[in-house]
């Protein structure tokens, strides 16, 4: 599909706009509809001297939805599918934006394509094509549209003059990836996609304009709520924004109120699904307030759930709130047909009768019917449903229509106050199938049948067909001729209807007057902050950024160097890059309110040696070039004292003097403190020093002292001969070097460093540790500061003291790997290691990691213990998670006292009982007896504890168990709840039958599908259910739940499995969760 556009060839060539009947409205692009944001336009191309057209040709552009299109038309000779005998062809396309250079604009459109008879009684040539035009194919139409010998045949009148006309008819959505003013051209404004979040937008659009909620929500108390967490206002900010800004409204920070990932925001859910949840979220939170119920007045229908007896006067009925209907669309014509089968009753007979009370046993109706419908009726179509066939959900694509005007009155009890007339609002699409798709809204914003298309951050005006009609889903056959997909994936998931009376009341008109004054102050300050952060961020290369760390940060530091980046407290500041010293000073004494004249300001530096010191500046020197972005732009911040008046910096000259910094070790207290700074001649001796470092560390005058210079974190040399000058002393005296001195006269404590030297190289030793709760998802856990020599017992007594627990009920666990995050094995109490064995396999810089959980005992008792996972099923075949803690030594006596203090029930305790189960299906009763050691879940085997039905607590001689499972086609195919059930010797399957479905409390309309198969080595299904007998002395049997390896038979109930358990591969698997 090529294009060429010749020059010479289009001067004799015209363009001709004409309405939707073919009429001609002008020619040329001069005079052409001044609305070129129209959603359609019919167009001719006339091609003069069409006998000598050689190359391509081009007509003038004609603008829909204010892009360019043009007519295309190519001789071509050569064999296609339908051009075989490569004979002499026309090739007719629609070329879309062909001059853009743009690669991310798209436009969604169908046309009509035809060649005009110019002679009476001639038909034209017509055909449709429907496309996506983007970059890469921004023309489409046919190679081959007709044949050349056609086209100049004089019988046929396409030519005239030697004059062909072709014709085009352009059908388009609003485009993506260009400027489309929605504002400007629907007055609303659309959503932003965040990736996946389509469903989210629709959903949010349609609620928008269900004005009396939007009202409400905008009345919600958030004055004090936090703006990352609360959803009432992030909500409000989307109606805000979608009401008053020009452009497409971003919804990060609804997402991320929701308590969302950003992985939620890629993965697509069910707009049906959200539309409960954030309703069930909005009620809750307007409880207690102004407008709280607002959501049931808008929302909440109610219905009558009732059984009515056939033949005697007595009936039953309970009446329950509804905020939504789901109707069937499989096999149904359209919504009447789905409300005639949503209220159809159902028959109660037989062995199903219902149980009248005195009355006894009686042929009964159950069903439901409608006592009130609300203002505004969603309707979801259960567009998805199970298909046994291929054991997964299936989108249902069959035509279902629904109108715009609608009645409900013959579905309700009783007539209401104000008939159920509906006008259609919104009408939610869904294009795709159950693996994903996309959704698009259509709105009628006030009811009176004018209709925008809201499909993410476009919107656009429509056809009432378009928002109806073309929803229907389904779609008949095609010429083979035409190119346009039968769309039958697109169809309405979601309708929306507003109940005629109401119309007034729920689509009232917002205005600012009804949004609180603080709301709005509040949203404007946010995006006046949003403005100024983005200023920032444009203009962030002009400026940088730096961290400054005064002597109240260096004292507050006990580690090797003066400050940790990381952790040690510093403000910060923010200077052009092209400032000087003195203003960089400047900006820092106005940010600490100090005299200028008394701060002197020296940027860290990383030396060579990996120390981390202050190194001095030029006054010369531009901010962006003393500020070391490489280091933070760190800067440590002399002052002058805080005295008054505040006295000037003492002198520094380069040559002359050296900045020193002191720190003091005090041996008793095996604790490492700053003791001041001071700039020293660089001649000056150390014994000189003496008088400087017993005033700092506040020590009489006359205190032996050992002097250390700290080279660098592992490298602390002593200075023996206080005789030699400083920088004969000191290894390369610069700038930001480090005195440290303790007492000589001092014994060291026993159970601490014996001095400076140990305590440097117990720092070596120390590592950061994150601790995270195993039980808590995404814990951010806390940092502690560890000794790698700690043990076991240290390590959970530091931790404890961190949590404020008992160091005994804590429990530790081993990261997995150093690939792979999450805990591993356990740490038994008794370990004998030290923390570096266990960080042993982590890499340097890699975070150090130990999981921890709280415990209800002792980790003791619990080491003596074994955590046994099971599930605990009680007599109404209802199944939860269980994990027990029996001795390890235990019986299957011992695991079951421990489940009957575990479950909520009078029967437990005596009357539990544990089974095997190995694939769905029941292979033993353990005995009581057996040593829970031999006992160990594995692959499909696992372990359920059971309450005992009574009658089965103590079993006749004539009386046996029989395992059930149930089974879908296969016998291997077993899912579901089994269950043992009594059945007495020579009892015929009937009577089991029935016991059967009482147990499972199935309805005779659903148990009817039930096939059964008594299933050994082979499978057998049931036919002749009279003599079907039960024989105990079976071998099978009688063996069938004993603890052996006899084989084993077993009761199968064959029938469709409506809760498969699927692999979450699906875009609707992972449930919908707002957090906040």
């Known amino acids: 599909m090529d294009s060429a556009s010749p020059q010479q060839q289009q001067q004799n060539n015209t363009a001709e706009t004409t309405n939707g009947d073919g009429d001609v409205l002008s020619g040329g692009d001069e005079n052409m509809e001044d609305d070129e944001s129209r959603s359609q336009a019919t167009f001719r191309y006339v091609i003069t001297n069409f006998s000598k057209l050689k190359e391509s040709v081009l007509s003038p552009p004609t603008y829909v939805r204010n892009l360019p299109w043009k007519i295309m038309a190519m001789p071509r000779v050569g064999g296609t599918v339908t051009n075989q005998h490569g004979l002499k062809s026309l090739g007719y396309f629609l070329q879309c934006n062909g001059e853009s250079e743009s690669t991310s604009w798209s436009c969604n459109a169908s046309a009509d394509l035809r060649i005009l008879a110019q002679k009476e009684g001639c038909e034209h040539i017509s055909r449709r094509i429907s496309h996506i035009f983007y970059s890469k194919e921004n023309d489409w139409g046919f190679s081959y549209f007709t044949s050349w010998a056609e086209l100049t045949d004089p019988a046929k009148g396409y030519l005239k003059d030697d004059t062909l006309i072709l014709e085009a008819t352009v059908t388009a959505d609003a485009p993506?990836?260009?400027?489309?003013?929605?504002?400007?051209h629907t007055g609303f404004v659309g959503l932003k996609n965040q990736g996946a979040t389509c469903y989210m937008?629709?959903?949010?659009?349609?609620?928008?304009?269900?004005?009396?909620?939007?009202?409400?929500?905008?009345?919600?108390?958030?004055?004090?709520?936090?703006?990352?967490?609360?959803?009432?206002?992030?909500?409000?900010?989307?109606?805000?924004?979608?009401?008053f800004n020009d452009k497409p409204v971003g919804t990060k920070k609804l997402t991320k109120s929701f308590g969302w990932e950003t992985l939620d925001s890629f993965m697509q859910h069910d707009v049906q699904e959200l539309c409960r949840v954030l309703l069930d979220n909005m009620e809750s939170k307007m409880k207690g307030t102004i407008v709280e119920g607002t959501i049931p007045n808008l929302f909440e229908g109610k219905m009558i759930s009732f059984i009515r007896c056939k033949h005697v006067d007595f009936s039953s009925s309970r009446t329950e709130p509804f905020y939504d209907i789901q109707l069937n669309v499989k096999d149904k014509k359209d919504i009447y047909e789905s409300f005639v089968e949503y209220i159809s009753t159902e028959l109660l007979d037989g062995e199903n009768k219902y149980d009248a009370g005195d009355h006894g046993l009686q042929e009964a109706e159950k069903g439901i019917t409608f006592e009130s419908f609300p203002p505004v009726l969603h309707l979801h179509l259960l567009r998805f449903q199970y298909d046994p066939a291929?054991?997964?959900?299936?989108?249902?694509?069959?035509?279902?229509?629904?109108?715009?005007?609608?009645?409900?009155?013959?579905?309700?009890?009783?007539?209401?106050?104000?008939?159920?007339?509906?006008?259609?609002?919104?009408?939610?699409?869904?294009?795709?199938?159950?693996?994903?798709?996309?959704?698009?809204?259509?709105?009628?914003?006030?009811?009176?049948?004018?209709?925008?298309?809201?499909?993410?951050?476009?919107?656009?005006?429509?056809?009432?067909?378009?928002?109806?009609?073309?929803?229907?889903?389904?779609?008949?056959?095609?010429?083979?001729?035409?190119?346009?997909?039968?769309?039958?994936?697109?169809?309405?998931y979601m309708l929306v209807y507003i109940r005629n009376s109401a119309l007034a009341d729920v689509l009232v008109p917002v205005t600012k007057d009804d949004i609180k004054e603080h709301l709005v102050l509040r949203l404007l300050e946010e995006k006046r902050q949003e403005v100024l952060r983005r200023k920032e961020r444009n203009e962030q290369h002009l400026y940088v950024t730096a961290n400054a760390y005064t002597?109240?940060?260096?004292?507050?530091?006990?580690?090797?160097?003066?400050?940790?980046?990381?952790?040690?407290?510093?403000?910060?500041?923010k200077v052009a890059?092209?400032?000087?010293?003195?203003?960089?000073?400047?900006?820092?004494?106005?940010?600490?309110?100090?005299?200028a004249a008394s701060i002197r300001l020296w940027p860290?530096?990383?030396?060579?040696?990996?120390?981390?010191?202050?190194?001095?500046?030029?006054?010369?020197?531009?901010?962006?070039?003393?500020?070391?972005?490489?280091?933070?732009?760190?800067?440590?911040?002399?002052?002058?004292?805080?005295?008054?008046?505040?006295?000037?910096?003492?002198v520094s000259e380069k040559d002359v003097h050296v900045l020193i910094f002191f720190k003091y070790y005090d041996i008793k207290n095996s604790f490492l403190t700053y003791c001041g700074l001071a700039h020293v001649e660089r001649r000056t001796k150390l014994v000189d020093l003496l008088e400087l470092m017993w005033a700092k560390a506040g020590l009489a005058v006359g205190t032996p002292l050992k002097i250390y210079e700290e080279e660098y974190h592992s490298c602390i040399h002593p200075m023996i001969n206080f005789e030699l000058a400083l920088e004969d002393a000191v290894n390369e005296l610069m700038d930001g070097d480090i005195i440290a001195f303790e007492r000589n006269d001092v014994i060291p404590p026993q159970d601490g460093p014996s001095g400076l030297l140990e305590y440097f190289q117990d720092l070596l030793h120390r590592v950061e540790v994150l601790f995270c709760d195993k039980n808590v998802p995404n814990d951010p856990g806390f940092l502690l500061e560890l000794s790698m020599k700690m043990t076991y017992n240290q390590i959970a007594a530091a931790v404890a003291m961190r949590l404020g627990t008992d160091p005994m009920k804590l429990q530790f666990f081993k990261n997995q790997s150093s690939y792979r995050e999450g805990p591993g094995g356990a740490l038994r109490c008794s370990y004998e290691g030290t923390l570096k064995d266990i960080l042993l396999y982590f890499k340097p810089r890699q975070p150090k990691k130990i999981f921890f959980q709280h415990l209800n005992i002792s980790i003791h008792e619990l080491e003596n213990k074994r955590p046994f996972k099971c599930t605990y099923v009680n007599t109404k075949l209802k199944e939860e998670e269980m994990e027990l803690f029996p001795n390890k030594s235990g019986t299957v006596t011992d695991l079951l006292l421990e489940a009957a203090k575990k479950i909520k029930s009078e029967t437990a305790g005596g009357h539990l009982r544990l089974l095997e189960i190995v694939s769905c299906k029941i292979n033993h009763i353990i005995p009581n007896d057996i040593i829970l050691e031999c006992l160990n879940p594995a692959?499909?085997?696992?372990?359920?504890?059971?309450?005992?039905?009574?009658?089965?607590?103590?079993?006749?001689?004539?009386?046996?168990?029989?395992?059930?499972?149930?089974?879908?086609?296969?016998?291997?195919?077993?899912?579901?709840v089994p269950f043992l059930l009594k059945v007495k010797n020579n009892e015929s399957f009937v009577t089991v039958k029935e016991r059967i479905q009482k147990k499972l409390d199935v309805s005779d309309k659903e148990f009817e599908k039930y096939k059964f198969a008594i299933i050994s080595q082979r499978?057998?299904?049931?036919?002749?259910?009279?003599?079907?007998?039960?024989?105990?002395?079976?071998?099978?049997?009688?063996?069938?739940?004993?603890?052996?390896?006899a084989p084993k038979l077993w009761l199968g109930l064959d029938h469709v499995n409506k809760t498969p358990k699927r692999s979450r591969y699906t875009h609707y698997e992972k449930a919908i969760k707002i957090h906040n």
């Open 390 to 492: 291929t054991d997964a959900n299936v989108k249902i694509n069959d035509r279902y229509e629904f109108p715009e005007k609608l009645n409900l009155d013959k579905f309700l009890s009783k007539p209401e106050p104000t008939p159920a007339d509906y006008t259609l609002h919104a009408v939610l699409v869904h294009s795709g199938d159950n693996h994903g798709g996309h959704y698009v809204v259509f709105i009628n914003p006030k009811g009176d049948g004018k209709w925008c298309k809201f499909d993410d951050d476009v919107v656009s005006c429509c056809q009432k067909e378009d928002a109806i009609n073309n929803n229907y889903g389904g779609g008949g056959e095609l010429p083979p001729e035409d190119t346009t997909p039968v769309k039958q994936s697109t169809n309405a």
């Open 201 to 243: 937008n629709s959903l949010l659009q349609t609620l928008y304009f269900t004005n009396k909620l939007r009202k409400a929500v905008y009345q919600m108390p958030t004055e004090s709520d936090d703006s990352t967490k609360s959803v009432a206002l992030a909500l409000q900010r989307v109606f805000y924004d979608l009401q």
């Open 939 to 976: 692959g499909t085997k696992s372990y359920r504890v059971e309450e005992i039905p009574n009658d089965q607590v103590k079993l006749e001689p004539n009386e046996f168990l029989l395992p059930v499972a149930h089974f879908q086609k296969e016998s291997y195919q077993t899912y579901g």
């Open 604 to 650: 860290f530096l990383a030396r060579n040696n990996h120390s981390f010191r202050p190194t001095r500046v030029h006054e010369t020197e531009t901010a962006g070039s003393f500020l070391d972005s490489a280091t933070g732009g760190a800067v440590f911040v002399e002052m002058a004292p805080p005295t008054v008046p505040v006295p000037p910096l003492p």
């Open 1019 to 1045: 499978v057998n299904y049931i036919t002749d259910e009279v003599n079907q007998i039960f024989k105990k002395e079976d071998h099978a049997i009688n063996y069938s739940t004993a603890y052996n390896n």
């Open 551 to 573: 002597e109240e940060a260096i004292m507050t530091y006990k580690g090797a160097d003066l400050v940790s980046v990381d952790r040690s407290p510093c403000f910060t500041f």
């Open 577 to 595: 890059r092209s400032g000087s010293y003195r203003e960089t000073v400047a900006a820092v004494a106005e940010q600490l309110h100090y005299p």
């Open 176 to 184: 993506h990836g260009v400027s489309w003013d929605s504002k400007k």
